[in-house]
């Protein structure tokens, strides 16, 4: 399904199961929690731990949709019941007798919508939860841990952008609800973005977005990659060492030698790509290159906090070629299209496209 269908599809599944009740009404059951059962609210607040809708209740059909649609982009079944619980005023993962749940307050996620203006944010509170789940927080009898939220919401970032998101609609939702100053619980706002952002570059990296749409590339084979700079462009620093890729080494992920926080290294990431040149604080930052899994340049150039930044060369696998200014990993600025047929456009482009 394409991508913007799929988000269309996920947004209605959303609304709906937002806005209508879980189940009839019926008045919510008073269960015991064991003690020191672990509950993760998405914004920190205080929730009762003494009362919980019925789980026996079936469950909202809608709302699962939306869960199983989260989850498919990193291949994973759900195994927790997502149950609505009105007047909770959040949104949280629990364990109530070994079972695992994700209760939400319609109300309270519709209200983040239209505060947001975006329903990304209440996509992005459910896969925060879905998290907690996922990464064994709710189960390891520790109740609720500032780590716990910071690598829950690193696994809301990456998701988001395997949804579609981009980093700010993947940011929405902690800047609205937030807090500035940590809790025993829960990191502030500040940390809590910075762990969005981490887990969206993260899929960036391994999953770019090509959101560059110039011209139906040529049906023919890709001309061989010229790695050489072009006589009036600014060259390009290639990293001394090439990275290699032995035989024997094909099973090897993250970095495979030098230095991959704050130094130069060599990473190479699940899907075979890799990145040759300067990191810091675990960042693609300064000069490197970027290569496909079988070895070919993908990109030349410069890099800021993990994105394609001011002047680099971005190889395509048809055989096209752009070589010009960047900045969030995209064409910005002066630049020129090199097609595979010969032909070229020399523009100014602004997020990937061509503007005069």
Known sequence: MPVRAALALSSVFLTTAFAVPL???????TLPFASGAF?????????SPDVICSPTTSSNRHAENVVDRILKPIGLMRNFKVIECSNTDNCFATVLKGQRFIVYDGAFMQQIEEETETDWSAISIMAHEIGHHLQGHTIDGRGGQPIKEIEADKFSGFVLHQ?????EDATVAVR??????ATSTHPAKPARIEAIRKGWLEAEAMYPKSRTV???PTAMAPKPINT???????PVVTPTKTPSQPSDNRAMV???????EDGTGVFVYPTRERYAGEFEEGDKHGEGVE???DGKVKYKGNFRDNLRSDYGVYYYRNGDKYAGWFKNNVPNGKGTYFFADGDKIEATFKNGQPVQ
């Open 228 to 234: 050489a700079p072009a006589a009036a462009a600014r």
């Open 39 to 47: 509950i993760c609210s998405y914004t920190g607040g205080k929730v």
């Open 163 to 167: 949804l579609g998101a981009s980093l």
């Open 291 to 293: 290569y496909y899994a």
């Open 214 to 216: 110039i011209k139906t």
């Open 176 to 181: 609205a609800l937030g807090d500035d100053h």
């Open 254 to 260: 993250g970095c495979v030698s030098g230095d991959c």
């Open 23 to 29: 189940f009839a009404q019926t008045p919510p059951t």
